[in-house]
């Protein structure tokens, strides 16, 4: 059983459907990543796992667990880690102060995952007490990251996290989702950079209009002439 199956998901915005029957699974322990082109409904996928946009048919199954239409808060309490691709800090609070909230559907704030975010993210560990929206846009993703680490997910949904990143800062980025992985958690991930989040993930997905077109290992798909021609730049 994988731990996470989308099966035939319909979903969309209120009345507006933009996810057409998607099929996407994660093994535990999988690194799996969906490209494809603006607007072809990818960041919709994650939103609707973590039921922010709306389910309107299909499964999504997380550890056997039917988790479609179940409300933000509720997924964060089955484990499910979210970055979304943008405002995913709270600018005027502090590092510490977004960490903190990153637990917020637990009792207490565990200590030694915030030890364990800061080990992660030294740069973070350096400037607890600064304002999130002072720290540079690597920080600010990092700390994104971290915030959605304090829950101690299983899986990662990470949207773009390479966005709006420096070029020089890209491959650090690809580094830090690599060493996550390593680590033991498994990752979801939509990106743009296309060729570079395919050459690091075990499977990929390409989506386009809200629909399926190819899966396959990441290898394979930037290896397969159709998908290079219509989706990869050649
Ligand atoms: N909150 C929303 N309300 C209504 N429509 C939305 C909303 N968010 C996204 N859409 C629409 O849903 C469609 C898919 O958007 P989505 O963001 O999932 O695509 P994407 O593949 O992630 O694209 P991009 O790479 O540009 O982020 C688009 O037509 C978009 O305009």
């Known amino acids: 059983m994988s731990l996470l199956e989308v099966v035939d998901l319909d979903a ?23 490209v494809g082109p603006n607007g072809a409904g990818k ?21 056997g667990t039917d988790i479609a239409g179940m409300a933000p808060e509720e997924v964060a309490h ?9 405002d995913n800090v709270f600018p005027t609070l502090t590092v510490e102060e977004n960490l903190r909230l990153g637990a917020y559907v637990l009792d207490e704030v565990p200590q030694d995952r915030k030890r364990e975010v800061y080990d992660r993210f030294p740069a973070l560990a350096d400037r607890p007490g600064e304002d999130a929206g002072s ?11 971290g915030c959605a680490l304090m829950l101690d997910p299983d899986v990662l949904l990470l949207d773009e996290p390479s966005a709006g990143l420096a070029p020089d800062l890209v491959d650090d980025m690809f580094d830090r989702v690599d060493e996550i992985n390593d680590a033991g958690t498994t990752i979801l991930m939509v990106e743009q950079n296309a ?6 993930c075990d499977r990929g997905y390409v989506l386009a209009n809200g629909q399926n077109r190819y899966e396959d290992d990441g290898d394979a798909l930037l290896d397969d002439e159709e ?8």
């Open 12 to 34: 969309g915005y209120g009345d507006l459907q933009v996810l057409s029957g998607v099929d996407i699974h994660v093994d535990d322990g999988e690194y799996v990543t969906i």
């Open 43 to 63: 960041s919709t996928v994650m939103k609707t796992i973590v039921g922010i946009a709306t389910c309107l048919g299909g499964s999504i199954e997380y550890r």
């Open 78 to 86: 089955e484990r499910i880690g979210y970055v979304p691709q943008s």
């Open 135 to 145: 720290l540079s846009g690597g920080q600010q993703q990092m700390l994104a990251m």
């Open 195 to 200: 060729k570079e989040a395919l050459r690091r």
């Open 227 to 234: 998908v290079r021609r219509e989706f990869l730049g050649g």
